[in-house]
């Protein structure tokens, strides 16, 4: 559940029962305040109850947009923002406070015959009418329920948290709405999303009062972090006719009330963006004419850009007005959005401004100021396109964004970059997803550790590219208010945080993002696991891990970074108070030892287990167990994505059947990359592979000159072209001498890295993979020769390589005859080679053995340039090669073990170490994250006890549980109701389990 301490203010209030029916309201006369801005704050600052829950309903829920700077809460039932109803509500920018909502109501609009399907929630007009309403069975089809705000009403299904997400029948998560287009096909990319959030719900017009059309509305939200795209909100919809009646002359539109420092001297422009012709409008955009006049921080620009209408028609009506004649009625509505001035129910000259009765002059807006000023008013205003056909089955498109700027050209250009990623389904550059992270608490230290598999292993939607750089840490004493030391702009507005630590890649990007100033690292190398040692026991503490890209110097993309957390729900957001350990707690060893031994197959690589957390341990027993064809993803060398198949295991708990991790890789380079679980992290640490025994194993005449080897020559080894050596993999291969048939095996080019095409080499050789002795297996055919340009390309290949093909002639074709310079560097290998197809991915595996040959002649250089002569003794027939490899990890191996689980009950705890602090309580102690959050800290507790507050009289107030591996508690300062206590001097009792208790005594001073 999302906690209510984690939570951005997502306020309902409550509303008082007024049916529009039984107050008729004459259109003709003023009905909002010019203060409902500031009044509707007022309440929200107060809680103020004036309203009936309108969120009560089953299948009910809201979506909360808050990945980047502009915020805003929807809901499933028809009303897309409305600061009366909740917040945030187009809250801009994030770091302004909770002032700074623009949004008064915000509405999709559908209108036929003079019936107008609408969503309306207005104190101001005492007005609340849902015609739109969430589809039944939202609920369990469409949003789990399981995750809820504070009030319990159920979250949206969010991309960004699975448990959001509706289950199938298998008791699987799965995603409701659409996934991203491939812009070039227009095809869905299954499991990948358009923003940082998607929200996606769907809503009918069953509710509405003169009967149902058949409506259905399926409703996408997204919301990006990304530091270009962090200004604005998208919200696209899908408007289908599910009836069976066809829908004639309709009008589709939105009402939008929005203001701008509450101080009603606002104006407001309707305009056509870049690339738009002039006669095609697409943007109205509001701004505050009087900055000095209100009592905002900030005050920006808002607009709301048309990306998408009804059969392409574009705006056919718009009309802006006072927000003391917003239309209340149907019959008003439809007149103002089919722009009949000849209508009866309301006054033309309110809604209707210059010669076009069907598009207002912006140029007239200054003049609605009623103190004659020219400074605009409180602007409502409606935008719509008409009149269309829907059919039954029939489906129309419509989407606009909500665009934020701190001036009107910061808004104008993020205009443009929407209007960018709209022409591209959306697509932008992307930062690259958030690690999941764990905090572990320690006496006077955190250790923070992450899964970065999903980060790494990041593409970039609009490049393809995997553009992963790097992590950033960040740590917050307030609940994540703010990150650490801030970084403003030139303003002195906030723009970031400095992070506590940074890892990068080593590799040779490093230094400032030219593009955006973005500091990229300095190759320290990644890591996975962070200690903070400047902590203090008792406090509690925030982290937050971000990823971000190297961006792109040459195209200008900006280097990104995830954003950091709000919530502790977050995956890569926790909280954690350190504390001292129980003074005599001693932590068991892990059951049969901390390094393993394999229980299956024979393993030369190593497997222990790092305990990390004694707390977690469960006492239960587990098992890692190996595949050799686990698929993992890592960039190619230009950056793209390029799928393999390796070693990797699966982490099973025994005792519950669970598996923890599933095709997890070994370490890498890092050394913590493992994911921790259940308070440890497998440490496999795979061996460097190579041959443990390669030589002559069956000779049937006199030993052989020729020199067969695995691995290069030692004059060669430090010269950065000598050619490869060793092995891949665990298997063990066998060559034969075959004079008499030998085999065609295939011909390969290590000058250019690729088999010469349709082409094989006959070699008098057999060549057998003996893994299994018993089962030899004949992979001759798979086999390679493996020499030097083969497609003539090298000028003067002659003096450099061995000439065309193998045997086994002294001196023959098998024989590299240049200078030792050259000869030693570059030698015929012979390659046996296995490849196994995984029935699942269709991937292949290769296992190879690189063999490098000199069939020396009678006379020749050694590779240290000396001079040999000695008679020639090729091998005979029937002679064998033997390789046999270190054994890796793979299939068959598996280790076994078990943790041991702290037993808290056997550990003594001198109850005289019981104190509170602090006593007595002032006001705020330093633990504390705002003025109005009260906490009492408990410390020096056994592991499992009861606190019991009282008054002196002797009233209990409250009974705190104490159970887990910290030795303190926290008290709110509240009673068992919830409701705050008063100053004066209480009694706490602690009693343990065993029957033992402490009395104490606390002042609270306020």
């Given at each position: 559940m999302i906690k209510e301490e984690n939570m951005r203010k997502i306020l309902y209030f409550l509303i008082m029962i007024f049916l529009l029916n039984s107050h008729p309201i004459s259109a003709q006369i003023a009905r909002n305040d010019r203060n409902e801005g500031a009044l509707t704050y007022e309440a929200y600052e107060s809680n103020q109850s004036r309203w009936a829950d309108p969120l009560s309903k089953t299948d009910r829920a809201v979506g909360i947009s808050d990945r980047g700077q502009l915020s805003n809460v929807v809901g499933n039932f028809g009303i897309i923002s409305n600061f009366h109803l909740f917040a945030p509500a187009l809250h801009w920018p994030g770091y302004a406070d909770d002032r700074h909502q623009y949004s008064f109501g915000l509405n999709m609009l559908i209108g036929s015959d003079g019936d107008v399907i609408s969503s309306t929630f207005d104190p101001s007009t005492v007005a609340e009418s849902y015609d739109w309403e969430a589809k039944d069975g939202s609920l369990g089809d469409l949003h789990s329920g399981d995750v809820t705000v504070s009030d319990g009403t159920p979250v949206l299904a969010s991309s960004d948290n699975a448990q959001t997400w509706p289950l199938d029948q298998n008791g699987s998560a799965f995603w409701?709405?659409?996934?991203?287009?491939?812009?070039?096909?227009?095809?869905?990319?299954?499991?990948?999303?358009?923003?940082?959030?998607?929200?996606?719900?769907?809503?009918?017009?069953?509710?509405?009062?003169?009967?149902?059309?058949?409506?259905?509305?399926?409703?996408?939200?997204?919301?990006?972090?990304?530091?270009?795209?962090?200004?604005?909100?998208?919200?696209?919809?899908?408007?289908?006719?599910?009836?069976?009646?066809?829908?004639?002359?309709?009008?589709?539109?939105?009402?939008?009330?929005?203001?701008?420092?509450?101080?009603?001297?606002?104006?407001?422009?309707?305009t056509n963006s870049e690339g738009n012709p002039p006669q095609r409008k697409d943007l109205v955009y509001l701004w505050d004419s009087n900055p000095n006049s209100g009592n905002w921080d900030v005050t920006g620009y808002i607009g709301l850009l048309m990306l998408a209408t009804p059969r392409n028609r574009g705006i056919t009506d718009f009309h802006y007005f006072d927000n003391i004649y917003e239309p209340a009625t149907d019959d008003q509505i439809w007149e103002i959005m089919t722009s009949d001035t000849s209508g009866s129910h309301i006054t033309a000259s309110n809604y209707f401004h210059g010669e076009n009765h069907r598009l207002d002059d912006d140029a007239l807006a200054p003049d609605m100021d009623p103190d004659g000023d020219g400074l605009g008013t409180d602007f409502v205003f409606i935008i719509s396109t008409g009149s269309i056909d829907l059919a039954p089955g029939d489906s129309v498109h419509t989407a606009f964004a909500i665009v934020m700027g701190e001036s009107e050209s910061e808004l104008l250009a993020n205009v443009g970059i929407v209007k960018s990623m709209a022409a591209q389904s959306y697509l932008g550059p992307n930062a690259p997803v958030s690690p999941s992270v764990q905090a572990f608490p320690g006496d006077k230290r955190t250790t923070i550790v992450w899964d970065g598999s999903a980060s790494e292993n990041s593409r970039d939607l609009l490049t393809g590219l995997m553009d992963f750089e790097?992590?950033?840490?960040?740590?917050?004493?307030?609940?994540?208010?703010?990150?650490?030391?801030?970084?403003?702009?030139?303003?002195?507005?906030?723009?970031?945080?400095?992070?506590?630590?940074?890892?990068?890649?080593?590799?040779?990007?490093?230094?400032?993002?030219?593009?955006?100033?973005?500091?990229?690292?300095?190759?320290?190398?990644?890591?996975?696991?962070?200690?903070?040692?400047?902590?203090?026991?008792?406090?509690?503490?925030?982290?937050?891990?971000?990823?971000?890209?190297?961006?792109?110097?040459?195209?200008?993309?900006?280097?990104?970074?995830?954003?950091?957390?709000?919530?502790?729900?977050?995956?890569?957001?926790?909280?954690?108070?350190?504390?001292?350990?129980?003074?005599?707690?001693?932590?068991?060893?892990i059951a049969f030892g901390d390094s393993l031994s394999s229980l299956g197959l024979p393993c030369d690589s190593r497997v222990s287990v790092q305990v990390i957390d004694e707390g977690q341990l469960t006492g239960d027993r587990y098992q890692v167990a190996f595949r050799d064809l686990g698929l993992v993803v890592t960039p190619d060398d230009e950056g793209f994505p390029d799928s393999a198949l390796t070693a990797t295991f699966d982490l099973i708990n025994l005792s519950t059947g669970d598996t923890l991790l599933r095709n997890c890789p070994p370490l890498n380079n890092t050394q913590d990359n493992v994911p921790v679980t259940e308070g440890f992290r497998i440490m496999a640490q795979e061996t460097e592979s190579g041959a443990a025994f390669a030589d002559w194993t069956l000779q049937h005449g006199e030993p052989t000159t020729y020199e067969w080897r695995m691995t290069n020559f030692e004059q060669a080894v430090d010269n950065t072209s000598v050619g490869p050596d060793g092995m891949d993999g665990s298997h063990d291969f066998r060559v034969t001498v075959d004079y008499d048939a030998g085999n065609e095996v295939e011909w390969y080019d290590l000058f250019f890295g690729e088999i010469v095409p349709d082409t094989t080499m006959h070699i008098p050789l057999k060549i057998e993979l003996i893994t299994d002795p018993d089962h030899p297996i004949d992979i001759s055919s798979q086999s390679q020769l493996m020499e030097y340009d083969l497609f003539g390309s090298f000028p003067n290949r002659d003096i450099y390589f061995s000439p065309f093909g193998w045997d086994l002639e002294p001196g023959g074709t098998g024989y590299n005859p240049n200078t030792p310079v050259f000869s030693y560097l570059w030698p015929d290998i012979i390659a046996p080679r296995y490849i196994v197809t995984d029935p699942i991915t269709g991937l292949e595996r290769e296992y190879l053995a690189l063999l490098i040959t000199q069939n020396y002649p009678d006379s020749y250089t050694d590779q240290y340039g000396n001079p040999v002569d000695q008679p020639a003794i090729p091998p005979q027939q029937g002679d064998q090669f033997t390789i046999i490899a270190k054994k890796l990890f793979r299939t068959g191996v598996y280790y076994e073990f078990e943790t041991h689980a702290p037993d808290y009950n056997q550990m003594k705890t001198d109850l005289n170490r019981i104190k509170v602090v602090p006593n007595p309580y002032i006001v705020r102690a330093g633990w504390e994250t705002d003025s109005n959050q009260g906490r009492l800290q408990f410390t020096g507790l056994p592991p499992q006890c009861d606190i019991a507050i009282y008054t002196v009289a002797g009233d209990h107030l409250v009974t705190l549980h104490h159970d887990g591996q910290t030795d303190y508690e926290f008290w709110d300062l509240q009673n068992s109701s919830n409701v705050n206590v008063a100053y004066g001097l209480y009694v706490y009792v602690v009693k343990t389990d065993g029957g033992e208790d402490h009395i104490g005594r606390f002042a609270v001073i306020r």
């Open positions: 409701p709405g659409s996934f991203r287009l491939d812009p070039d096909t227009d095809e869905q990319v299954p499991g990948e999303f358009v923003s940082e959030r998607d929200i996606y719900s769907v809503f009918t017009d069953q509710e509405n009062i003169t009967g149902a059309r058949g409506l259905e509305v399926r409703q996408n939200t997204y919301s990006f972090s990304r530091s270009y795209a962090e200004d604005f909100l998208i919200f696209d919809y899908q408007i289908v006719n599910t009836g069976d009646v066809p829908l004639d002359s309709i009008w589709i539109g939105y009402l939008a009330d929005f203001k701008v420092d509450y101080d009603n001297s606002d104006l407001i422009r309707f790097g992590y950033r840490i960040y740590r917050s004493q307030d609940r994540g208010r703010s990150w650490g030391t801030s970084v403003t702009d030139v303003f002195g507005n906030p723009v970031g945080f400095v992070p506590i630590a940074q890892f990068d890649l080593d590799n040779d990007i490093s230094g400032m993002d030219p593009n955006s100033n973005f500091y990229l690292g300095n190759n320290t190398g990644l890591r996975h696991t962070f200690i903070d040692s400047t902590v203090l026991n008792g406090v509690e503490y925030w982290y937050t891990v971000t990823a971000y890209d190297r961006g792109d110097i040459e195209t200008g993309i900006l280097a990104l970074e995830s954003r950091r957390g709000v919530t502790t729900d977050e995956a890569h957001t926790v909280s954690v108070i350190p504390s001292a350990p129980f003074p005599d707690y001693a932590p068991l060893p």
